[in-house]
């Protein structure tokens, strides 16, 4: 028996599920299960040429794994956030810092994204993590890549990939040496710590919802009234939400997303969890 609005009864019902469990654990996440196949058809729509990207609907999601283009596999992402990891974080009793990694030297131009992008921030947080344990820390931490856009004031633009990452176990002044971002030498006068701001029990939530965002976004730089710049976040124009798209297309959704120092390992449950195990842990 269909829905009103044609969606078969079961599906509407599995809709209805997931955005209470997600609006309950994640209430500042923008999740909306009823959006979500609507925006997989424009996706599919304006790559055509990669269909196989994207998983179709909600009951083909466990026939494999697919890219970081499909909005059906963020969702997994958000519901093996809320009812798996997030328990874990809360009985661990580490103190958490939300990081940012940024490096100007790992912006690309506009018609040179591609999966490769991500490269160079892997291996800054390899080679943190690495420091740390040599340092003694035994560090608990979830990386989550993006891409963005960032525009300047004089207009010009790139795609700039950069990581946030959520890591217990570490004091903050050895965050910010671990991540700590060599600035180019016209810029190391105004060299700006590794932001590592701690993340208390109660904001735990927050932060896993932020990692798991998908969005096309810019970056764009103003004047504020004092003479000093800023930026704000805008929508991507079109032209560069096909590159971005196209990029995220080529990227397993596996490789966006990359967890560190769990007694249990949480990267493999991730890869082969079947979305009907992780609803029957729903509560």
């Not at 809320?82 to 131009?109: E, G, Y």
């Not at 103003?222 to 032209?239: C, D, E, Q, V």
Request: contains cysteine; hydrophobic residues 35%.
């Amino acid at each position: 028996m269909a829905s009103p609005k044609g969606i078969p009864k079961h599906l509407r019902n599995l809709e209805n599920r997931l955005n209470e469990t997600i609006s309950e654990v994640f209430p500042r996440a923008e999740f909306n299960a009823h959006r979500i196949p609507g925006q997989q058809r424009r996706r599919i729509a304006l790559l055509p040429e990669h269909s196989q990207a994207f998983h179709r609907d909600w009951n083909r999601l466990d026939d494999r794994r697919r890219s970081a283009a499909c909005c059906f596999e963020w969702a997994r992402l958000q519901i093996f956030m809320a009812v798996h990891v997030l328990p874990i974080l809360r009985r661990s009793k580490l103190d958490f810092h939300h990081v940012t990694v940024v490096d100007k030297r790992w912006r690309i131009a506009p018609g040179s994204a591609d999966g490769q992008c991500f490269d160079r921030p892997r291996r800054k947080v390899r080679g943190a993590i690495e420091l740390l344990r040599r340092e003694g820390y035994s560090p608990v931490h979830i990386a989550a890549y993006e891409l963005s856009g960032d525009r300047s004031l004089k207009g010009d633009y790139s795609f700039e990939p950069h990581v946030h990452l959520l890591i217990g176990g570490v004091p903050k002044a050895a965050l910010q040496i671990a991540f700590d971002v060599r600035q180019p030498r016209s810029e190391r006068g105004r060299h700006k710590p590794v932001r590592a701001p701690q993340i208390g029990e109660s904001q735990l939530q927050n932060i896993l919802s932020y990692l798991t965002k998908m969005k096309a976004q810019d970056r764009v730089e103003y004047l504020r009234s004092n003479g000093k710049t800023n930026r704000i976040s805008n929508r991507m124009a079109p032209a560069e939400e096909v590159e971005w798209l196209r990029c995220m297309a080529t990227v397993p959704i596996t490789h966006m997303i990359q967890f560190g120092g769990f007694a249990e390992p949480i990267t493999s449950r991730f890869a082969h969890r079947e979305m009907a195990t992780m609803l029957g842990e729903m509560k």
